[in-house]
């Protein structure tokens, strides 16, 4: 029933905002004419829940999503039991699921993490499924102990399809409150007697709109319900803590291999980051979800015995060793998907554990392989967290600095073929990223870089990446490419050249500028454009060659970006510099207002980005 930690949450990732006058999101296929669920919740923090669904057959593509209803569950913790299912033709006939048509069978792991689990997902199959049916199934779940003993969360989003009702109701003790927020949903005075209280909502929605692109999760702002007994995120930290503290406690293993670590460092920051290093470079991450295993860690002396673990257990083996060498941390939540606030009701939204160190304000995530200790990666920027050892709320960096340049040095010749070299610096987060992807990269890999981006310009040619010193860690990063290609310009005569600065297609200037474009208006907040990018091209012209016009120089400074683009023409090669700093001062997220206010810059970036040299060739004579 419940989504674990390290484990992308499934709430309504791709679910579109209930729509005012807009209804381009609508998927027809499917209508969903009833969804309800009632959960009967004990003191404890069990419960079970009836989910009671009919689903109508609209179009031919809504048959293959509609002929099987999965249901997952945890088979340590939980059972599930299929009460009913039909389905029901359109001349009312109701053609009965059979028992051999319930089928069990193991939950699918995720394409490239090693997982242990016992999630098992029990599928209704319908009979004879077509246009114009009804899918009816009802089921009843039992969770045997909660994840939290004495507590109770649940979520509920909008589907994508036309929903005519859905609702849900909770029946709890009366003295177990229960706290809500709701948006779209309407409330039903809350009922007592015989010493227990029933609240119920229910919502119903037909256009819908689509996500736009870049927006953040659709539970940052769409239509939800959202229910908890806990009474802050406080409450919930300090009893996630209080279950696992025993799990980082150091033992004698975790304690001399810490004294190997840190016997030559002299500072906190720098043992710290040794012991992050560490555990990141030698503990494989493998997902192992037995039991509530979703939120309890294995202890820290048994991670390090066996060398793997979850994020959970990476944070725990962290927390034991930086315990071993004087430096107190505690473990910490967070959203590492697309989420960036916290609900107003308390919700186990968090997917991710990591430790924070107070006394360095230094987070650390060993899970994140590919970065080095003190990085985040850029999904976990901007974050508001939970302290558990405390309870209190923090917050990670809103970034941490990047630089990316490139030196374009490109030689035209008459025929209108070229061969270039681009030498490109990265500094600061993200060198050992990119370092950790070249080195993944085979020989026939690296051939086809040049040949690649080129392609995407629709430029024929070849080349080589040279990769630069790999083996020497540093804060900034070199490499390059040199290539050939046989068809650049449409020499002789009278061209438009773009003005391009760069070559890279996925890191350049014009990508970053072309990709806050994508969306003419935004009413949904949406993940800004961030990072600072500067580019140098020299393009040398072939003999006789005359510049016609460039473009003009362009400077934009505001709250948003700082942008500076400058041409010239000296002897026969045209040279252009280009300057992007983005982002957005004390937030990764832009509001729709922000979109509004930056339109204009963006406009003038475009166009520039999109700007020509006019190059005239004369045909050569005689010919």
């Not at 309407?186 to 119920?200: E, F, I, K």
């Not at 959202?226 to 004698?252: E, I």
């Not at 449409?490 to 994508?518: C, H, Q, R, Y």
Request: charged fraction near 20%; hydrophobic fraction near 40%; charge should be negative.
């Amino acid at each position: 029933m419940y989504k674990t930690l390290c484990m992308l949450v499934c709430v309504a990732l791709c679910l579109p905002l209930a729509a005012s006058g807009k209804d381009d999101g609508t998927d027809t296929s499917l209508i969903i004419q009833k969804a309800a669920r009632h959960f009967v919740v004990q003191r404890d923090g069990s419960f079970t829940v009836t989910d009671e669904s009919l689903i109508q057959v609209n179009e031919t593509r809504g048959v293959a999503a509609a002929a099987q209803h999965a249901y997952s569950f945890n088979r340590t913790l939980e059972t599930v039991e299929v009460l009913e299912a039909y389905n029901e033709k359109p001349d009312g006939r109701r053609i009965a699921v059979r028992p051999e048509q319930i089928t069990l069978q193991q939950e699918g792991q995720y394409v490239g993490v090693p997982m242990f689990q016992d999630s098992q997902v029990k599928t209704v199959v319908f009979p004879e499924v077509a246009v114009g049916d009804k899918l009816y199934a009802k089921a009843r779940f039992t969770r045997r102990a909660g994840i939290f003993p004495g507590q109770f969360f649940d979520t509920a989003y909008p589907s994508a399809y036309p929903t005519r009702e859905l609702s849900q109701s909770y029946d709890l003790p009366a003295d177990m409150p229960l706290h809500a927020d709701a948006d779209g949903f309407t409330a039903t005075p809350a009922s007592t007697h015989d010493g227990r209280t029933v609240y119920r909502w229910t919502y119903s929605q037909d256009a819908i709109a689509r996500n736009e692109i870049g927006a953040v999760d659709y539970v940052d702002f769409g239509h939800h319900l959202l229910v908890s007994t806990f009474d802050s995120y406080a409450q919930l930290g300090l009893a996630y803590y209080k279950g696992n503290a025993d799990a980082a406690r150091p033992g004698d293993r975790v304690k001399a291999q810490v004294a190997v670590l840190v016997k030559d460092l002299r500072t906190p920051r720098d043992k710290a980051l040794a012991i992050a290093n560490w555990v990141r470079a030698n503990i494989r991450y493998v997902a192992t979800y037995i039991g509530n295993g979703g939120w309890v860690p294995h202890g820290a002396e048994d991670v390090l015995e066996r060398h793997y673990g979850d994020c959970k257990d990476h944070a725990t083996l962290t927390e034991a060793m930086l315990g071993a060498a004087g430096i107190d941390s505690t473990p910490v939540l967070i959203n590492a998907g697309n989420v960036y606030k916290l609900q107003p009701v308390v919700v186990a939204s968090f997917n991710h554990a990591i430790i924070y160190v107070p006394s360095l304000d230094l987070y650390l995530d060993s899970t994140a392989e590919d970065f080095d200790a003190g990085e985040l990666p850029s999904t976990e920027w901007d974050k508001p967290v939970i302290l558990t050892k405390t309870g209190q709320i923090g917050h990670t960096p809103v970034r941490q600095g990047v630089q990316r340049r490139s030196r374009l040095h490109m030689r035209l010749a008459a025929d209108g073929s070229a061969s270039f070299d681009d030498e490109f610096e990265i500094e600061g987060w993200g060198t050992e990223t990119t370092r950790r992807m070249q080195r993944r990269l085979t020989q026939a890999q690296k051939a086809t870089v040049v040949e690649s981006w080129l392609n995407q310009i629709w430029v024929k040619g070849r080349g080589s990446l040279d990769t630069g010193d790999l083996e020497h860690p540093s804060q900034v990063h070199a490499y390059g490419v040199h290539g050939t290609a046989d068809d650049w310009a449409d020499f002789p005569g009278t061209i438009g050249w773009p003005a391009e600065s760069g070559i890279d297609p996925n890191t350049s200037v014009k990508a970053a500028v072309l990709g806050m474009s994508l969306e003419a208006t935004r009413t949904q907040p949406y993940l800004c454009q961030d990072g600072e990018f500067d580019e140098d091209a020299v393009i040398e012209l072939p003999a006789g060659a005359l510049v016609l016009a460039q473009p003009p120089d362009l400077h934009i400074d505001s709250p948003y970006f700082h942008y500076d683009a400058q041409f010239h023409l000296q002897a026969h090669a045209l040279s252009m510099r280009r300057h992007l700093r983005a982002g957005k001062a004390d937030s990764r997220v832009c509001t729709p207002a922000d979109f509004q206010a930056m339109q204009s810059d963006i406009q003038k970036m475009v166009r520039d980005v999109r700007s020509q040299f006019i190059l005239q060739l004369p045909e050569p004579q005689g010919g």
